[in-house]
């Protein structure tokens, strides 16, 4: 089965990458993949504290994925499969594609304006061309009804 990998935070462009995805895999049969990836702290608290963080970012991923879910749900009729993953947000999703053969695509959206965002930059700079399956950008000042035209 063809299936999408999206990668969902807080962006307005993943909602257009989950957008964007969600209609093609309706329309051409295939699955998505709904990825929330919770970052590394840059500092260790004290025990406690550290805990009570790293709960409430998998909290809130998990806020994120069940959100991501319902859209793609309303949008196309499918139900993705989600994941939450910790770790280095580039290194997480070439771990997610490599260890599933049916991922067709990595579709990512670039913001409205200024720098693409982190994976876009890394995917289609340092590490273009490395992932086993292409990476679709969507762009992140298109109009929703190009976008679904698109799709």
Do not use: W
Not at 48 to 56: D, K, R, Y
């Amino acid at each position: 089965m063809r299936t999408y990998l999206v990668v969902i935070d807080d962006s307005p462009e993943s909602s257009l990458a989950l957008r964007f995805a969600a209609r093609r895999a309706g329309r051409t049969g295939g699955g998505l993949i709904v990825l929330a990836i919770i970052a590394p702290q840059d500092f260790v608290a004290f025990g406690g504290v550290q805990a009570t963080i790293e709960a409430e970012a998998r909290e809130h991923a998990e806020e994120l994925v069940a959100t991501a879910a319902d859209a793609v749900v309303q949008e196309s009729g499918i139900t993705p499969q989600t994941l939450i993953r910790s770790g280095k947000p580039a290194e997480v999703v070439r771990e997610v594609i490599g260890t599933n053969d049916e991922i067709a695509a990595l579709v990512l959206a670039t913001a409205a304006n200024g720098a693409p965002g982190p994976l876009v930059a890394h995917f289609t700079g340092h590490d273009a061309g490395t992932l086993p399956c292409p990476v679709m950008i969507v762009p992140g000042a298109i109009d929703l009804a190009r976008l679904d035209a698109l799709s």
